[in-house]
């Protein structure tokens, strides 16, 4: 366990300090037993315990999603030299700005086309994937697993789910990295405007696959998307993009992330990573305890439609609360010995890292957990791994985090899994 930082030292949440940003758990430890409600700046909260982040994050009627009810909202478009108003739309139509009914309205559509049998479909694929970028890894001897192994696999998931052919998958994974630099909240103008011309791209691109798919229906996702009807209703055009944008952002940065901080999370915990190479049945609780351990995604956002109270602190209408899911899933009041790595874990608490207390068909999907899975285990039976540099540099977008360490495998006699 590291020391908690000095306590005669201001108490200060700040996740872009270097040495934070290098390890932010014990600074969370420390606010978690300092100050669990903290106000990081004024009309900014930000919740460390377990309980009161699940609190917040299932009350889904006495907290919103939706950034245009923050006080903060106009203050942000300002800061960004845009047009009051011009970020509506594009909130509006997304699931991860959306409360209920609407919110509600566009889960049971997506739910109609996003089953377990299509799930299941994926399965063998992603395996296949898996194989494929392993089998070259053993031919070439070595492995970088961010680049190698933890970014083309979702991608190429993703990508082959929606229906988009192979030759414009590269595409995609440029739109997706500039995509994602959105969800964080200090961007700048420079990089919203790229994320723009990304959500721009990508719009038209599947703006054309739409109708293509309207007049050729095939097997995939998108045509099932098309097709889902709930209650005589349909998604319109702009929800349909919408949801296949959210649907490459949100599978694929964080499976990168999964793969990428739980492959150096087993490194540097060799003794559990020895007893998944030996039990292979473990690798689910595995991920799950992966999750737990350190979340792809470290924080998410609300805000109190009224005056609340959170820990003894009064919270005002409009405030913003930073719930930080990486700090809950190391709450020694919810998980025992929390910063110790055990895939036989077996709480009956489960992380906050996927769905922020609010069901939705693209947050802990079994797709992301399986080829995550897939990914892991498939890494940790090869021979002579080790992490690049003297412990890795960890990239932060706000509300998805990863590390960029490059993980070197080699395996020990030529074939995967010798």
Same mark, same amino acid.
């Given at each position: 366990m590291e020391p908690v930082p000095s306590h005669g030292e201001p108490l200060q949440f700040n996740p872009y300090i270097p040495e934070v940003h290098a390890d932010p758990y014990p600074l969370y430890r420390r606010l978690r037993e300092e100050d669990p409600v903290h106000e990081a700046f004024?009309?900014?909260?930000v919740l460390t315990r377990y309980a009161d982040v699940q609190a917040v994050l299932r009350d889904g009627g006495g907290f919103s999603s939706d950034e245009r009810n923050s006080a903060l909202f106009d203050v942000f478009q300002q800061s960004?030299?845009?047009?009051?108003?011009?970020?509506?739309?594009?909130?509006?139509?997304?699931?991860?700005?959306?409360?209920?009914?609407?919110?509600?309205?566009?889960r049971a559509l997506v739910n109609k086309a996003f089953t377990a049998r299509v799930v299941e479909g994926l399965r063998p694929r992603a395996q296949a994937i898996v194989d494929l970028l392993l089998g070259e890894a053993v031919e070439r001897g070595s492995m970088d697993v961010v680049a190698e192994l933890a970014y083309p696999l979702p991608i190429t998931v993703i990508c082959e789910m929606l229906g988009v052919p192979s030759a414009d998958h590269s595409r995609f994974r440029e739109w997706s990295a500039d995509l994602v630099l959105s969800l964080d909240p200090m961007m700048s103008p420079e990089i919203a405007a790229k994320a723009n011309r990304a959500t721009e791209g990508l719009a038209d691109y599947f703006r054309g696959l739409v109708s293509e798919r309207?007049?050729?229906?095939?097997?995939?996702? !998108? /045509?099932?998307?098309?097709a889902a009807e709930d209650e005589g209703q349909r998604l319109t055009e702009d929800e349909l993009l919408s949801m296949c944008i959210l649907l490459l952002v949100a599978g694929h940065e964080t499976t990168v992330n999964l793969i990428s901080n739980g492959m150096l999370a087993l490194l540097r915990n060799r003794e559990q990573l020895a007893r998944l190479?030996?039990?292979?049945?473990?690798?689910?609780?595995?991920?799950?305890?992966? !999750?737990?351990?350190?979340?792809?995604?470290?924080? /998410?956002?609300?805000?109190?439609?009224?005056?609340?109270?959170?820990?003894?602190?009064?919270?005002?209408?409009?405030?913003?609360?930073?719930?930080? /899911?990486?700090?809950?899933?190391?709450?020694?009041a919810q998980f025992p010995a929390p910063d110790r790595l055990s895939e036989c874990r077996g709480s009956s608490s489960p992380p906050t890292?996927?769905?922020?207390?609010?069901?939705s068909p693209f947050a802990g999907r079994p797709d992301c957990r399986s080829s995550s899975g897939s990914a892991v285990h498939g890494t940790a039976r090869l021979r002579r791994q080790r992490a690049a540099g003297p412990g890795g540099r960890r990239r932060d977008v706000g509300d998805v985090r990863s590390r960029t360490t490059c993980c070197r495998s080699g395996p020990r006699t030529g074939r995967r899994g010798a």
């Open positions: 004024p009309g900014v909260w960004m030299d845009l047009e009051p108003g011009s970020l509506d739309a594009s909130a509006a139509r997304s699931m991860l700005f959306l409360d209920p009914p609407d919110h509600t309205r566009l309207r007049a050729n229906p095939g097997k995939d996702l !998108l /045509t099932a998307l098309i190479r030996g039990d292979p049945s473990l690798i689910r609780t595995a991920v799950e305890e992966l !999750l737990r351990y350190d979340s792809p995604v470290q924080l /998410t956002g609300r805000i109190p439609l009224q005056d609340v109270e959170v820990g003894g602190k009064r919270i005002l209408k409009g405030q913003e609360v930073v719930a930080l /899911t990486g700090a809950a899933n190391r709450d020694p890292s996927w769905n922020g207390g609010r069901p």
